[in-house]
């Protein structure tokens, strides 16, 4: 305790010397040889070599591991301005002077800087990328697989490189605006079709993707190609449905019609079918009413034809009387001679028969019906131009009366209108030689196209006409024969004239006088027919009814066929001798 209590007041200010003189002290006291203090020696100086070797390694150490971090600064300072391309940044160090710690001091708050740009830069790219990787996810049709934010690559950290990423980030982002509205227009096309076809839109949208529900939101609706193809296809298979049901729905509508129109069925009943016929013309786009194709409907539809075919069969005979009626009607108009009576006992008997189906004999009367229909068209020239040749007839008819009425110039009422229909008349009557020749003319090249006979009401045309043509010339022969004897009684009368004197004639009796106007088909002689003698006994033996039913639109000729020119109707005028009527 002693010796440690003298050595504490040493211990504060000892030095190398003043520890090797307390040594000395200490050996010279002990009485130590000096090859004993110099080995200790000895051993001291190489123990303090130890210490300053020790201390030197530790200090090139501690340089190595400062130029260490110099060096991984700079590096670090190179790689991050490389990564962010920020060359211009303003705390980078130009020149690398001064020590090493100082040189350390000048990096280190640019690297901090660089590290917090660095960090910022890093979660630009991870919410770019995110973003991008979402999308295309839901493109792919695998959104909700993805775990995890993307891997940034952290050696281009440009502005360049994240300009990039935005701009296919926008580039996606309109493609699934784009993806969204088409999805959008055929989740509505869906609803219209299911509407109008009267099916579930829920359980068939969502067939499609769970996501298409009108209770997601717009955004969270899938907008794969897989879901995209399944959507168009969906509303092909609608569209080809709606079409189908149309086309089944319209020849229901037709057959609806068809059968009302035999059986005559009362609008009242017909409107309970209005929403069945007022598509019977309407395109597949034109069709937008809910439920306007519905299989409800369809087999409603169904249910009425063939309640209806069922009632058409109990009423056979009267809609085939009425197709047959309806055919007799056109052969009228067309005026071709057939037998009603006959044609009626056979339907009777195929009917009562039960040997032919009801839609056959009614396909065949249609058949009949449109072959009838075709004849009549053919014909319809010719007897258009048969009907001018009538009117013009009976126009030479009213003319003849018109000249014979010695008071027709009287200012009479209604004279005047009688002096116009005269001259459009004569003009008129002028024309009927061009008119027969016409006729004649079409009427043949008819019967070569069609090789068989043009009859008229049974009655050969050109028969007709030739009879007219001999009619007309013997006509012209009378009249000849007329003018020639009128002129031997004036030559007469102006003889005696000159040898007895002159004298008065007498005044014409006043029973002669006849009113001149519009008159009923008859001829100059006043006989109510103007029907050819040739047609009048081919037809005599034809009943009474089918006479009376034909009449009005048989074709008839006046008696008077030959027309009387301005010089006759003169010399009718100024001749006092009564005219003789037409044979």
């Known amino acids: 305790m002693a010796v440690t209590d003298a050595q504490n007041p040493l211990l504060g200010e000892a030095t190398c010397g003043s520890l090797l003189q307390k040594l000395q002290e200490i050996w ?36 190595a591991q400062l130029l260490q971090a110099l060096s991984d600064a700079k590096l670090e300072l190179s790689t991050l301005v490389s990564a962010l391309e920020d060359k211009s940044f303003v705390g980078i160090p130009e020149k690398a002077s001064g020590t090493i710690k100082e040189q350390l001091a000048a990096i280190a708050p640019v690297l901090e800087q660089l590290w917090q740009q660095k960090e910022e830069r890093v979660k630009e790219f991870s ?9 295309c996810g839901e493109i792919a049709g695998n959104a909700g697989e993805q775990t995890g934010a993307p891997a940034v690559d952290e050696s281009d950290l440009s502005l360049k490189k994240l300009d990039e990423y935005q701009v296919k980030l926008q580039e996606l982002q309109k493609e699934k605006s784009d993806r969204l509205h088409k999805v959008l227009e055929f989740v509505s096309t869906v609803h219209d079709l299911c509407a109008v076809l009267g099916m579930d839109f829920f359980s068939t949208v969502t067939e499609v993707h769970p996501s298409l529900d009108d209770s997601t939101g717009v ?7 897989d879901t995209l193809s399944r959507l168009a296809k969906t509303v092909s298979a609608l569209n080809e449905d709606k079409k189908q049901r149309l086309h089944k729905l319209q020849e229901l509508a037709t057959q609806l019609i068809d059968l009302w129109n035999l059986m005559d069925t009362p609008e009242e009943e017909r409107k309970l079918f209005d929403h069945v016929t007022c598509n019977i013309s309407a395109s597949v786009d034109e069709v937008t009413v809910p439920g306007a194709l519905a299989l409800d409907l369809i087999e409603q539809a169904e249910v009425e034809v063939e309640r209806l075919d069922q009632l058409k069969s109990s009423r056979m005979k009267e809609i085939a009387f009425k197709r047959q009626a309806e055919l007799e009607e056109i052969f009228t108009r067309a005026h071709i001679e057939i037998d ?18 009801p839609a056959e004999l009614l396909a065949g009367m249609d058949n009949q019906i449109a072959k009838a229909k075709e004849e009549a068209l053919s014909r319809k020239e010719i007897l258009d131009r048969i009907e001018k040749w009538m009117s013009a ?6 003319l003849e009366d018109y000249n014979r009425d010695e008071n027709r110039y009287n200012a009479s009422r209604g004279a005047h ?30 019967e070569e196209d069609h090789g068989i006979s043009f009859k008229y009401d049974g009655v050969p045309l050109l028969a007709m006409l030739d009879e007219y043509a001999m009619l007309r010339q013997e006509r012209e022969e009378e009249k000849r024969r007329h003018r020639d004897h009128k002129k031997f009684s004036e030559q007469q009368n102006t003889e005696q004239e000159s040898i007895f004197g002159s004298r008065t004639s007498p005044a014409p009796p006043a ?12 001829g100059a002689n006043g006989t109510p027919s103007r029907r050819l003698s040739l047609n009048a006994n081919q037809n005599g033996s034809r009943s009474a009814a089918k006479d009376g039913k034909r009449d009005s639109m048989r074709l008839a000729a006046p008696a008077n066929y030959v027309s009387i020119s301005k010089e006759d109707a003169a010399s009718h005028v100024s001749g006092t001798d009564p005219v003789p009527a037409s044979p």
Do not use: F, H
């Open 28 to 63: 010279d006291e002990v009485g130590e040889s000096n090859e004993e203090r110099d080995k200790m020696l000895l051993q001291i100086e190489r123990e303090c070599l130890d210490v300053y070797k020790r201390k030197v390694e530790q200090s090139a150490k501690s340089r």
């Open 417 to 446: 209108l009688n002096l116009k229909r005269a001259e459009k008349a004569r003009i008129l009557v002028n024309k009927i030689p061009g008119m027969v020749d016409t006729l004649v003319a079409k009427t043949r090249a008819w």
């Open 219 to 225: 955004q969270s609706k899938s907008i794969s190609n």
């Open 340 to 357: 009603p009576e006959a044609a009626r006992e056979k339907i009777m008997a195929m009917i009562d028969s039960g040997n032919v189906e």
């Open 511 to 522: 029973g002669t006088k006849k009113v001149v106007g519009p008159r009923a088909n008859g």
């Open 127 to 135: 919410g770019v990328q995110s973003q991008i990787q979402k999308i």
């Open 393 to 398: 007839c009976e126009e030479e008819s009213w």
